[in-house]
């Protein structure tokens, strides 16, 4: 049992420069999250899809979209990466009444 | 002012005592509170849950929640090295709020042995 998926685990990126992070759970969750990890920032949500076919911002969304392809996966893409969104991205998903958050092991992004 | 607010620590203590991790919150329709744990270079994990106020045990874990003072507590007995890791409060106002959680900034702890 995989939980949730994260994909890369590692990246670089130069000013300007797009890229997707992909994301898949195989809990059959209906809501599924992206955050973000700074330093005494804590985790901020960046985007959030409640159910399949749905996604709404969180309190971080500028510079980002998402993209919800089916039930199961939940991708964050960057269209012009900044040094600002360097950090590390968490995906989580939940059960729909369920409250608890279950989270992958994280994409450590560096821009610079 | 965030409405969570948590010590970042970071805390060090021999293994054995008694570890309490505390959160502060300003927002009075919470009713949902959680402590993750967070290994380095890891994914956060479940590891407490308690809707609206009262204590909860589990082993060597004990979360507390008082609405009244809106401030939550996790209490960790007989410390273990393995216990070292960042440990972050979170909180919801409940499932009509699409369980977006608010995370405090993390408490790192060192249990040394």
């Known amino acids: 049992n995989a939980g949730v998926t994260q994909t890369p685990k590692f990246q670089v990126l130069k000013t300007g420069q797009s890229m997707t992070l992909q994301c898949a759970q195989d809990m059959n969750h209906n809501s599924m999250y992206w955050y973000r990890q700074d330093p005494g920032m804590g985790l901020r949500l960046i985007y959030y899809?409640?159910?399949?076919?749905?996604?709404d911002k969180g309190e971080v969304p500028n510079g980002y979209n998402v993209s919800r392809l089916n039930k199961r996966e939940f991708s964050l893409r960057l269209e012009s990466a900044a040094p600002s969104q360097t950090s590390v991205y968490f995906c989580?998903?939940?059960?729909?009444?369920?409250?608890?958050?279950?989270f992958g092991s994280g994409t450590q992004l560096s821009v610079l | 002012q965030k409405e969570v607010e948590q010590d970042p620590g970071p805390l060090s203590v021999p293994e054995g005592a008694i570890v309490s991790l505390n959160c502060t919150y300003s927002n009075s329709a919470f009713q949902y509170f959680m402590w993750y744990r967070q290994y380095s270079r890891k994914g956060p994990e479940l590891l407490m849950y308690t809707y609206s106020s009262g204590n909860k045990e589990d082993g060597r874990f004990t979360a507390q929640v008082d609405k009244s003072s809106k401030y939550i507590s996790l209490f960790i007995r007989d410390s273990q090295p393995s216990d070292s890791a960042t440990y972050l409060c979170?909180?919801?106002?409940?499932?009509?709020?699409?369980?977006?959680?608010?995370f405090g900034q993390g408490t790192t702890l060192q249990v040394k042995p």
């Open positions: 979170a909180m919801s106002r409940g499932s009509g709020n699409t369980g977006k959680l608010i």
């Open positions: 989580a998903s939940r059960l729909t009444g369920d409250e608890k958050l279950f």
């Open positions: 899809s409640a159910s399949e076919g749905t996604t």
